[in-house]
């Protein structure tokens, strides 16, 4: 049974205000080194089938820019679209596979539950959604979304399909469709040892805290069995995407039950993406030209993220940084521990809010911070470890939700950073259910560029306005539409915007931050330092109020060293507060 006509025209009305409003994304061809901007346009049609609404909606990505083979591509995407719908045969195979999804999802919850009688009725059509996902080599990749109601609290339906498109051919082919017994064979071999690993955190038989112990856990052959039992590698989608191949299991398959039905997949490159595109002729036009890695010098510098940070023109000093400029000076190396002691002064009276205590190592590394309240209590904690260069491995927090990043290094570059955080909690079931989130930010280096990624592992990819391009050239540093211009010396002069709002910044002999202006020179930032290049105060004014003033106060004792003094001020009142710095020694 269809819904009824008045609700669907609401649920429309409602699509075309959102999509309207929508922010444009990015999507970069690393190969070709070109960006490009697409945004959302909504198309009603009308049909005229018994299984079809009387009109519905297809959100459609365009090329912003006046592209003509762009724009042929486009309109084709919309004609297969349309077609899938109009013809009966073409629609029954859509509708079977929402409605092989709709019993899949039952079932996993009526085991959630337990005994389910409810009714359902069978997904009915809703609209569709065409969006660009990525661009390798002039080789656009789209996913055409089929989108059903299931009813009975359980979400939207998606059945997908992806599109290799040669805007320069004006060629458009359909992928995916089946997978050989052989291909199946080598996509698991490939990955599920990765899945292995998401596999053991959902199901809490590893804990973030305790990830020295994975490589055991995923060589058990009885681990391997058991989640081999539960993929079907028959129901992957893969397809180019960045740098290299992704494998995903679509959400409401039966493989993504593992993971609350939920979409999840994983990034393959390097030989491994080679190993599976051996498999798939289909996407070596997307792979036609290769990277060209910079020297060993632009990759240094293209990873040092000093030398992008324009965050430092509007902010004090970070903690770490002031250990370097205190009287006297003193060598990370010789610290064995910083605590950072914080109150609030009110009427000639303070009161202890908390501390924060850093530990160092001999090379001068953080490797562990205590986040402790009033009580004195630890509250949250941060573990880091690092590799023989001194290049960070993990960072393992559990101040809120306890989480690790990892980092992931290529031959001497950063390839993959990845966050993981697990969320337990209860829905309406009788089991506990645990949510796993996993992001990964991939690396890819071009001449003199470092173009970077970041996507979901589980549940949407989510990549709108996670892509970004730095660069180097001569003295010029540019991230973000910026770009931080230097002398000889590296002093910074100016900042160049490519878009957005201009920034300008001054600094000294010293190349230390004096006055910035940011958005316009709504926020004003200033800067002031001491006969021993100290700093000594910073303030922050919005719309030319003063709005923030910190005071650097230095003392001899080489153990009790600085105390800053913060005053955060409103329309109402200010609030005054005290970080008092102690210093622990390393023993000889």
């Not at 359980?154 to 060629?171: G, Q």
């Not at 079931?429 to 280096?445: D, K, N, P, R, T």
Request: glycine share 4%.
């Amino acid at each position: 049974m269809w819904k009824s006509k008045k609700f669907k025209k609401t649920f429309i009305v409602l699509v075309v205000c959102l999509f309207h409003f929508s922010i444009q994304a990015q999507i970069i061809d690393v190969f070709q080194n070109k960006e490009y901007k697409v945004s959302s346009f909504v198309i009603t049609k009308k049909a005229n089938k018994d299984y079809v609404p009387g009109t519905f909606e297809i959100l459609l990505e365009k090329n912003i820019q006046e592209n003509e083979s762009w724009k042929k591509i486009e309109a084709q995407l919309e004609t297969i679209a349309i077609a899938k719908i109009e013809d009966e045969v073409a629609f029954f195979e859509l509708h079977s596979k929402a409605l092989k999804y709709q019993k899949q999802f039952e079932d996993w919850k009526r085991v959630q539950e337990g005994d389910d009688t409810s009714e359902n009725y069978p997904p009915f059509f809703k609209d569709i959604e065409i969006r660009l996902i990525s661009v390798l080599n002039n080789i656009g990749l789209y996913r055409i979304q089929f989108k059903f109601d299931g009813g009975n609290d359980m979400e939207t339906i998606s059945v997908d399909k992806y599109y290799l498109c040669d805007y320069s051919k004006n060629k458009i082919s359909e992928i995916g469709k089946t997978h050989t017994l052989g291909q199946q064979k080598i996509l698991a071999k490939l990955t599920l040892s990765k899945f292995l690993q998401y596999y053991l955190l959902q199901t809490q038989k590893i804990a973030i805290g305790n990830m020295e112990s994975l490589e055991v856990l995923k060589k058990d052959l009885k681990n391997q069995a058991e989640l081999s039992k539960k993929l079907d590698y028959s129901e992957a989608q893969v397809y180019p995407y960045f740098t290299g191949i992704m494998v995903e299991f679509p959400k409401f398959s039966k493989s993504s039950e593992i993971f609350n039905n939920e979409t999840f997949r994983l990034l393959l490159k390097g030989d491994e993406m080679k190993a599976v595109l051996a498999l798939y002729p289909e996407f070596k036009s997307s792979f036609q030209t290769f990277l060209r890695p910079p020297s060993a010098k632009i990759m240094s510098v293209l990873n040092n993220d000093k030398k992008f940070d324009l965050e430092r023109f509007r902010r004090a000093p970070k903690e770490m940084e002031m250990i370097g400029i205190l009287n006297p000076p003193v060598a990370t190396g010789n610290i064995s521990s910083l605590n950072i002691n914080n109150y609030q002064l009110f009427n000639d009276q303070r009161k202890f809010l908390g501390s924060k205590r850093m530990f160092l190592n001999k090379e001068g590394n953080v490797y562990r911070i205590e986040h402790r309240n009033d009580k004195k209590e630890i509250v949250g904690e941060e573990k880091y470890r690092y590799d023989q260069k001194n290049r960070p491995l993990e960072i393992i927090s559990s101040e809120y939700r306890k989480n690790i990043q990892i980092y992931h290094y290529e031959k001497d570059r950063l390839d993959i950073k990845e966050f993981i955080e697990v969320e337990e909690g209860r829905e309406d079931f009788s089991q506990e259910i645990v949510e796993l989130h996993i992001w990964q930010q991939h690396f890819a280096y071009q001449d003199n560029t470092r173009f970077s990624l970041e996507f979901s592992l589980i549940g949407d990819i989510n990549q709108e306005g996670r892509s970004n391009t730095r660069s180097v050239a001569n003295n010029e540093f540019c991230e973000y539409n910026y770009c931080s211009l230097t002398n000889m010396n590296g002093r910074v002069l100016g900042i160049k915007h490519l878009k957005g709002e201009p920034i300008d910044v001054l600094t000294n002999e010293k190349n230390q931050p004096v006055e910035s202006y940011f958005e316009n020179d709504r926020y004003r930032y200033s800067f002031s330092y001491d006969a021993q290049d100290r700093i000594k105060t910073f303030t922050m004014f919005s719309s030319q109020i003063l709005k923030k003033r910190m005071e650097f106060i230095y003392h001899l004792d080489i153990l009790k060293p600085l105390t800053i003094l913060e005053t955060d001020i409103s329309y109402s009142d200010s609030v005054v507060k005290a970080y008092e710095y102690e210093i622990q020694f390393a023993e000889e």
